[in-house]
RNA sequence: GUGAGAGUAGCUCAGUUGGAUAGAGCACCGGGUUGUGGUCCCGGGGGUCGCGGGUUCGAAUCCCGUCUCUCACCCCA
């Protein structure tokens, strides 16, 4: 009986772990030089972790069970609910601020379709215990260093940069009532995926007052920080003015990391849940053909939620599936970057004449292997003992830099060297070479 | 949860108004070639045409059911 994979999983063959290894191994890399330390936790928790900060509606898509205790316990659908609980869990005694990082394997019960699947890794980075927009900017230039880092340019991607605080601040200062909030983020976020007229229209259900519905539309569709004030007009010191700096100070730090092209203000970012409190930002392809690459934001009442102290927090998520997707298309995952790499092959050409010529010993080849192996270098033999040419195209194939060839020369401790790439072979004594390969 | 599309070899797909033993390319294995590879030539293995039923002398092809997958919506932590 044949039985299929579950549905939104994936199979890792080696080609494809190569693949999974290398987005994973760079976004370690990118977090450990902005000075984040790695961290994990179980992959399930208690099913209630899951629904403090999350609505039923999101409580259904998980993969939750009971054990034979009785626990209701849930697959983690994302990492964050750890990461508070572990980090309330030593808060006195961990020094700050906080900059961690997870590569957490998750898994959600949606159904799967472009870019979405139900178990997917997602890299996590967060900096906790600052208030300061300097944290923010620091989380946004870790996530574009990674972008960047791996050939996606500033005309490939863009990340777009909010606030919900400034948000809030034009919302009320227009005159929206605070109860509508939520529903009108969840009209803004989907702005960009709706015709303009549909847009309006859905507007003008929300907010009834025309001019108040134009001040919002306007407001969402500005490009610049200093246009807020033509839109909204404000006071000094007002609750929009420090928004606004705060905004204005996160793009400008931006530029002085010199990200400053990867980043546009874009006001119609809000992000799905209600739980950021200050700046937010997607990282979105620039056609606009896929799912957001990347978010985060930052949610000071986190920890607080999850039954510690009040301290403020910053992070971003993102996953691996529609960056592959991505990646693939603009041809940043060639084969050339992924190919194994095969230092030594080693052939044996005197298995067939050992017996006329006792001198030769057929375990040479498997001797040397091992040898070369045990100095840190990949080697390996053929498990057949074909003539001279298959052995090379089984090499080639292999992908080796090097041959080395066990023939007639051997009777004198020498052995032919063949540079793959080139063609070009010499004779070495073999303990020259060991000694060599040593060095 | 709602809607649309697709299922033929490991992968990408062809398969005419229903017709004989279901094909191609790639991949895999072997040979050409027992001391010189990558390109080339020849051969081989691999299929319950998603599954079940029906119509028919005859079904990959037509009909009904069913399953699975994909895409979009909802949602997106």
């Not at 009986?1 to 080609?15: E, L, Q």
């Not at 159904?111 to 890299?123: A, H, I, M, S, V």
């Not at 030594?344 to 017996?355: A, Q």
Request: aromatic share 8%; with cysteine.
């Amino acid at each position: 009986m044949k039985i299929p994979p579950v549905k939104g999983t994936r199979d890792f063959y080696p080609a494809g772990m190569a693949v999974r290894n290398w987005i994973i191994d760079g976004w370690k890399r990118v977090s450990l030089r902005n000075g984040f330390e790695e961290y994990d936790g179980p992959i399930f928790e208690y099913l209630k972790m899951f629904q403090i900060k999350s609505g039923d509606e999101i409580a259904e898509q998980l993969f939750s069970f009971q054990d034979r205790g009785g626990r209701d316990l849930a697959i983690r659908p994302e990492i964050t609910p750890t990461l508070a609980r572990m980090v309330n869990q030593q808060i006195n005694s961990l020094p700050r601020p906080i900059k961690w990082f997870s590569v957490p394997r998750l898994c959600r019960a949606e159904r799967p379709q472009k870019g979405r699947l139900r178990e997917f890794f997602q890299w996590n980075i967060d900096i906790i215990g600052i208030d300061d927009v300097l944290a923010d900017a620091e989380v946004i230039f870790t996530t574009v260093d990674y972008l960047r880092d791996v050939g996606l340019t500033s005309s490939d991607i863009k990340v777009k940069i909010s606030s919900r605080k400034l948000l809030a601040a034009v919302l009320t200062k227009v005159g929206v009532a605070k109860e509508q909030f939520d529903s009108l983020y969840a009209l803004l976020d989907k702005k960009a995926k709706l015709p303009a007229e549909t847009f309006s229209a859905l507007l003008a259900e929300q907010v009834p007052d025309a001019a108040r519905a134009e001040k919002v539309r306007a407001f969402v569709e500005l490009k610049n920080v200093s246009e807020i004030k033509n839109v909204v007009p404000y006071k000094m010191g007002s609750d929009v003015d420090d928004a606004i700096n705060e905004m204005a100070e996160c793009i400008r730090l931006l530029d002085i990391m010199d990200v400053g092209d990867y980043c546009v203000f874009d006001p119609s970012i809000v992000r799905g849940l209600a739980y950021y409190t200050g700046i937010v930002f997607e990282v979105h392809d620039v056609v606009g053909q896929l799912r957001a690459i990347g978010g985060g934001g930052r949610f000071d009442n986190l920890l607080h939620d999850f039954g510690g102290p009040s301290i403020p927090a910053t992070g971003m998520g993102m996953g691996d599936c529609v960056l592959e997707i991505l990646l693939r298309e603009k041809g940043l995952l060639d084969e050339s970057v992924l190919r194994k790499e095969l230092d030594f092959f080693v052939i044996d050409l005197t298995v067939e004449r050992r017996d006329s010529d006792g001198v030769l010993s057929e375990d040479e080849a498997v001797r040397l292997t091992a040898r070369l192996r045990s100095l840190g270098l990949s080697a390996e033999f053929s498990y057949k003992s074909a003539g001279l040419g298959k052995q090379l195209k089984e090499a080639s194939s292999r992908n080796a830099k090097k041959c080395i060839i066990i023939g007639d020369e051997f009777k004198n401790g020498e052995l032919v060297v063949k540079d793959m790439a080139t063609g070009e072979q010499e004779l070495v004594k073999l303990d020259e070479l060991l000694k060599q390969l040593q060095a």
